[in-house]
């Protein structure tokens, strides 16, 4: 069965999303909280375990005194731009860390690991647009 180091879970469903049997659910409640619930399993699958980013998840012997579930919650980030939240603080952290510097911004200098990917995704397009008009009006 599995065991969760909540101090090195990053909230990113990655777990989850792995998951064949659907022991791992998660939910989130619209921009605010992200839920990650690991159920008690008694597969010997550690797919979940390879592919954790944070190494946060073991395969330990099952027991019957361990809890039925487990979970972690985390408050999510708001996007600098339309404020929603859409990340958690650690995913955050963990990109901060492990990204270089130099590619953590865009062509035009502003960072983009705040930013959420719909914003991002209208401002390069609207930068996009702008450079295509420029180069037609040369």
Same mark, same amino acid.
């Given at each position: 069965?599995?065991?969760?180091?909540?101090?090195?879970?990053?909230?990113?469903?990655?777990?989850?999303?792995? &998951?064949?049997?659907? %022991?791992? #659910?998660?939910?989130?409640?619209?921009?605010? @909280?992200? /839920? +990650?619930?690991?159920?008690?399993?008694k597969e010997e699958c550690d797919i979940c375990v390879e592919f954790c980013p944070a190494k946060a998840l073991t395969l330990i012997p099952y027991s019957d005194s361990t809890p039925e579930v487990m979970e972690?919650?985390?408050?999510?980030?708001?996007?600098?731009? &339309?404020?929603?939240? %859409?990340? #958690?603080?650690?995913?955050?952290?963990?990109? @901060?860390? /492990? +990204?270089?510097?130099?590619?953590?911004?865009?062509?035009?200098?502003?960072?983009?690991?705040?930013?959420?990917?719909?914003?991002?995704?209208?401002?390069?397009?609207?930068?996009?647009?702008?450079?295509?008009?420029?180069?037609?009006?040369?």
């Amino acid at each position: 069965m599995i065991q969760v180091d909540v101090n090195k879970c990053l909230g990113c469903f990655a777990c989850s999303n792995i &998951c064949p049997n659907q %022991f791992i #659910t998660r939910e989130e409640e619209e921009g605010k @909280r992200r /839920t +990650v619930r690991w159920s008690k399993c008694k597969e010997e699958c550690d797919i979940c375990v390879e592919f954790c980013p944070a190494k946060a998840l073991t395969l330990i012997p099952y027991s019957d005194s361990t809890p039925e579930v487990m979970e972690v919650s985390f408050d999510l980030v708001p996007c600098e731009v &339309c404020k929603k939240g %859409f990340a #958690t603080e650690p995913l955050l952290k963990r990109i @901060r860390e /492990t +990204v270089p510097s130099n590619l953590q911004t865009d062509s035009t200098g502003r960072s983009w690991v705040g930013i959420c990917p719909f914003c991002r995704r209208e401002l390069e397009a609207e930068m996009a647009s702008k450079q295509v008009v420029q180069s037609r009006r040369k």
